[in-house]
């Protein structure tokens, strides 16, 4: 079920009306239900493989609390053998024999919606009890709900038990606000998803599905933009739904996104861009491989090892390698040059970087990708794909980023005036209806992986 179906809206009305229905004790197993559900209706295969994970981490949770010294290390280290080699097994099995024994050898598997997120988290919990930074969940089912909450099992944002439990006991019915925010954010999600991000992803599949056939830089310059735009306001536009989809039901999900075009450097692209992830990466690749404390090669390399194993987390194949190099590198090169401050000026540079970054991640090749590099500084000049009303949709989208970077309006419309937060409400609508795409149906980019 996508989120911007009818068949989610209908499943998620019942799930939200049962939810208030029954007694409170009762709600959790509702949502753990709900969630299984949601997750058996992609593949119901995949059930027991969440399942077992579930039960795994729960056991390696309570299993660790009780021990010292090396059988507590062990149980955590096999905890986060079972957890990657399933990560492995899923996510790279292809990948590895396809590049060890040829693809005519490749063994194809399908890939369990979701998987990186769950198994993130899930790790994230067994390595805070094991770092005594959280108590082991004793109810069962209870973690059950963590590893499943439907709003983010399929693409995040990655959530920390610690949040996660807070909301859950004692659980609070949520205010005014957290209702008008969380519709607020459904609306807007909805409206990034299908009048946005849809509409940029015709030019961007238009684009990289045939390459070929639009010769020239503006052609490269503009598919590459499209897909630029896509991705943001569809992952941005999933998580925003998310979001508000879990303080309906009285839960407070991290943000994920704050204006990251708007990013003076790299490293303030990345504390703004999928900052759960960003910060997952942080806390439990870069530090614990000894972040910036060992000098400065050992910074550059833990860096550089973190935005791998980053870009290879997003999918498994080479140009996701060189898409976390390039981003590494990007990261290691601003650390020399002392870039700790953002400036303005810096703000086209990094979105340039960026998009250029974007090239790898979306090309379906190595090959193809080194084309496209060759059309953006060696082309012809070409056609744009991109007609008028899409760049008039860019150029809204870039003044309402500066408008909200500077004043905060989402949250003054949330805590403001009803009439206020009414004509926003309806001017998204309008929006949905004049711009919307309904006559295909484009899965969310972060489904894949």
Known sequence: MLFNSLEFLRFFVAVLAGFYILPVRVRPYW????????????????????????????????????CEGRTRKAILIVSLAANLSVLLFFKYFHFLTESLLQKRFAIEIVLPIGISFH?????????????????????????????????????????????????????????????????????LGLTKKMAFADNFAKV????????GAHPGALAAWSGTLAFGLQIFFDFSGYTDMAIGMAKLLGFHFPENFRRPYLAGSITEFWRRWHISLSTWLRDYVYIPLGGNREGT?????????????????????????????????????????????????????????????WVFFRAASFADASVIFVQLWRGPLGVCLLE??????????????????????????????????????????????????????IPFVYFQF
Do not use: C
Not at 126 to 145: H, S
Not at 204 to 211: G, H, L, W
């Open 204 to 211: 961007s599949d238009s684009y990289f599905n045939s390459i």
């Open 31 to 66: 949502l753990l239900i709900a969630s299984y559900w949601f997750y058996g209706s992609w593949n119901p295969r995949f059930l027991a493989l969440l399942a077992g994970v579930t039960a795994m981490d729960y056991l390696a949770g309570l299993w660790i609390s009780k």
């Open 297 to 357: 090669f050992k910074t550059y390399r833990n860096l550089l090892i973190t935005m791998l194993l980053g870009g290879l987390w997003h999918g498994a194949s080479w140009n996701f390698v060189i898409w976390g190099a390039w981003h590494g590198g990007l990261l290691a090169f601003e650390r020399s040059l002392g870039w700790n401050r953002p400036a303005w000026w810096r703000i086209p540079i990094t979105f340039s970087l960026v998009l250029s970054g």
């Open 119 to 187: 198994i993130f988290q899930s790790i994230s919990y067994v390595v805070d009890v094991y770092r005594r930074q959280q108590e082991p969940i004793r109810n069962p089912l209870a973690y059950a709900l963590f590893l499943s909450f439907f709003p983010q099992l399929v693409a995040g944002p990655i959530v920390r038990a610690k949040q996660f439990f807070a909301d859950l006991d004692p659980w609070r019915a949520p205010g005014g606000e957290d209702i008008a925010r969380g519709a607020f954010l459904m609306t």
């Open 388 to 441: 008028g009303w899409q760049l008039a949709l860019a150029g809204l989208a870039v003044l309402i980023a500066l408008v909200e970077e500077r004043f905060k309006v989402e949250d003054r419309l949330v805590s403001g005036s009803w009439p206020a937060y009414a004509v926003a409400m309806a001017m998204m609508l309008f929006v949905l209806e004049v711009f919307a795409v309904v006559d295909v149906e």
